[in-house]
């Protein structure tokens, strides 16, 4: 983990101007500066970054964040990457906290394979260019498959010669441990002597999402039908197959742009395709697609069109992990190369521009391309076609998630004609399918749990009066109210309300001191009076730092690792425009005019002499304090909109009750709220009728 101190000092160093203008170009407009959003294609500019607050918003698409957020977003890192990022860039010396022995030696061990694998790329790449043997035999094949010395150099392509051990002297001579060496499959011990594993072998380093070596795809260029032809790094700290995809650290930007991942099987699948410019594109490796590659591509997009060899052996292995693309809510394509080639060799046939123009216009749409497969076999043999159907019908029902209702209907819709079985038949069996995947997971539940079902049936369901119910309650909720005292507290909450107290301790006392309004028997704190939880959070967070002493400021909340925070945050507290500083100017002396036109010249005088200021400051200064009715506006507008619940509440328990004790109390407090009401709105001049 990286200390807490460490995190203060990238946090003061960065300059989110310098950070972001990397990406985009920014021009200064006013105290802020703006761009196009690099999220979304946008001709106007709506991307506005602000160097004073260290965040960014778009209006366009509603983007939002700090310098860490953004980097996590246009580069699809961690926020441990990102840190780690801008800790290099500002020369930060990362502190780790502590950990178990047992981490720590993970940690070094995973820090040892990197720096190993980060060696033997250089020592490859190096071999394969400025060797004579490296140019003749591993250059003039690279060249040979159409792979220019640009797209080598980009992908960091590198060979080891035939030689035993020419790696592996180098790698003992600079003093890397045997032991790490082997663990990076590198070397092989033979006798106890060091041999290269990868001799007479293209080697394609692998990389991680930022850019770093986590092991080696090795390809044999001569013929020889003993050894296997690519030899892959074994599964070590670093390297865990399933979680890899080759060529994601170049194409994450391009996949982003295109909203759109393009999967093959091979390396130079992926090099052949970012040499003719198509870069949204990455490689399983030939093995079936897991979820944590499927995550990795969620991360970039929901678009998915997987690109194979249009043989037998492809068909199968584009259908391979279907049903996890399909949890994942990935929209999975599939296009079939014809011709027994493949995307490497496709594309150099038919160039670029025939070639994207034939993915466009041949994607299958993966789930209806399974079942007219299966179909084909199926003649009139009934028992075949049961199976397709119960086959289909499971399929379909791994597409279970609230957003993707429609999608799913509409796939037993064209599923149900191209089976020609009843609509509603298929509906019932895809649910049957669902009954059953939940059952097995209550089940999973209650086993790991030890939960008797019968002890949960016997407790009551909770008793709730219509005034409770959900769509009630949301159709009152205050959320307009309570992001506006979010974006107060978190504005102004450092400011002075008096001489005794700040901004922040008036909110928590207004909103904890009227319990006629905040509190009732199920809200006992702070947190219970919101709606929206995550301002809750916002409320209870700054209280524990202000009970602990600590006046925190907008910063200690925008750069949260909570991104569903950090944009709560900057909503309630930014506006697409701003004031120009002229007119405030001229605000300012026009209050001040007003304010002295009213006095008699003795009283102006008294003003001045009972303030050390100037006369003009004195006013100056009253005009900056114009916060503190804009607090009191939105403490008003927050109890109101409180009130005008607990009305309805109230109103609600007179038509329901039959009781004359309770109907008096209920009228009374029916009158106290109308007259709270009343009271409340004249402060602001809100007319409110009585009754």
């Given amino acids: 983990m990286i200390s807490q101190n460490t995190i203060q000092q990238i946090l003061s160093r960065i300059d989110i101007v310098e950070i972001v203008g990397s990406f985009i170009k920014l021009k200064k407009r006013g105290t802020n500066y703006l761009g196009l959003c690099p999220f979304h294609n946008e001709k106007t500019p709506s991307f506005t970054v602000s160097p004073t607050k260290e965040i960014y918003k778009c209006f366009g698409c509603g983007r939002s964040g700090n310098t860490i957020s953004f980097l996590m977003e246009a580069e699809k890192y961690s926020y441990v990457e990102a840190l780690r990022w801008l800790a290099a860039k500002y020369n930060v010396e990362i502190e780790e906290t502590e950990t178990s022995p047992e981490v720590k030696q993970q940690q070094q061990v995973a820090e040892s394979l990197y720096i190993i694998n980060n060696f033997a790329q250089k020592f490859f790449t190096n071999f394969l260019l400025n060797t004579e043997d490296g140019r003749d035999i591993g250059l003039s094949y690279l060249k040979q498959r159409g792979f220019s010395e640009d797209i080598i150099r980009k992908f960091q392509i590198g060979f080891n010669p035939d030689a035993k051990d020419a790696f592996s002297n180098a790698a003992i001579h600079s003093k890397f441990s045997i032991d790490l060496l082997q663990k990076t499959g590198l070397i092989t011990l033979r006798d106890g002597n060091p041999l290269d594993n990868y001799r007479g072998r293209i080697i394609f380093p692998i990389h991680n999402q930022s850019g770093k070596i986590l092991g080696f795809g090795a390809r044999i260029i001569k013929k020889n039908d003993r050894a296997p032809k690519y030899i892959n790094t074994p599964e070590n700290e670093i390297y865990v197959k399933s979680k890899i995809l080759y060529g994601s650290y170049f194409a994450r930007q391009a996949i982003d742009k295109a909203d759109e991942c393009l999967l093959v099987e091979g390396y130079t699948d992926v090099i052949s395709l970012h040499q003719a410019g198509i870069e949204n594109v990455v490689a399983s490796g030939g093995t079936s697609l897991t979820p944590d590659q499927l995550r990795l591509i969620k991360k970039y997009t929901n678009n998915l069109t997987i690109i194979y060899d249009g043989d037998n052996a492809g068909i199968k292995a584009a259908l391979r992990g279907l049903d996890l693309a399909l949890e994942e809510s990935l929209n999975v394509k599939l296009v079939l190369i014809p011709d027994k080639e493949d995307p490497d060799s496709y594309v150099n046939k038919v160039g ?27 003649g009139n043999d009934s028992t075949k076609k049961s199976e397709i159907v119960n ?3 499971e399929t379909i029902s791994k597409i279970n998630k609230a957003e993707d209702f429609t999608k799913q209907q509409d796939y037993i819709k064209q599923c149900s004609e191209m089976l020609q079985i009843s609509e509603s038949g298929l509906y019932s069996l895809v649910n049957k399918f669902i009954r059953e995947k939940l059952n097995k997971e209550i089940s999973r539940i209650e ?30 909720q205050d959320e307009l109210q309570e992001k506006a005292i979010a974006g107060i507290l978190l504005k102004y909450g450092d400011r002075p309300w008096n001489t005794s107290k700040l901004v922040s301790q008036h909110i928590f006392d207004e909103l904890t001191e009227d319990p006629n309004i905040f509190f009732d028997d199920f809200k006992n ?44 945050v900057i909503e309630t507290t930014n506006h ?18 007003n304010r002295i036109q009213r006095l008699s010249y003795e009283d102006f005088m008294n003003e001045i002499l009972d303030n050390p200021e100037s006369g003009e400051n004195v006013y100056y200064h009253e005009f900056d304090e114009s916060y503190k009715n804009e607090v ?36 009374q407090t029916h009158l106290h709220l109308k007259e709270m009401q009343m009271t409340l709105g004249r402060s602001r001049g809100i007319v409110y009728y009585p009754f």
């Fill in 576 to 593: 697409p425009y701003e004031l120009s500083p002229r007119w405030f100017e001229d605000e300012q002396k026009s209050k001040i005019i």
């Fill in 632 to 667: 009191e506006i939105v403490l008003v507008y927050l109890k109101l909109k409180k009130i005008k619940r607990l009305i309805l509440k109230n109103e609600d328990e007179l038509k329901t009750s039959d009781k004359i004790n309770e109907l008096l109390l209920i009228k």
């Fill in 525 to 568: 704190t702070v947190y219970d009076i919101f709606d929206n939880k995550q301002i809750a959070n916002v409320f209870t967070t700054y209280k524990h730092w202000i009970d602990t002493g600590k006046v925190p400021s907008i910063n200690d909340f925008t750069y949260s690792q909570d991104s569903d925070l950090v944009s709560l």
């Fill in 447 to 476: 086993n790991k749990n030890e939960i008797d079902i019968r002890k949960a049936e016997d407790i009551p369901p909770t008793t709730r009066n219509d005034w409770s119910n959900e769509a009630f309650s949301v159709l009152f």
């Fill in 352 to 378: 670029p521009k025939s070639f994207s123009e034939f993915i466009s216009t041949h994607k299958k749409d993966i789930i209806l391309f399974q079942l007219e497969i299966a179909l084909k076999d199926v």
């Fill in 391 to 393: 086959q289909i019908a």
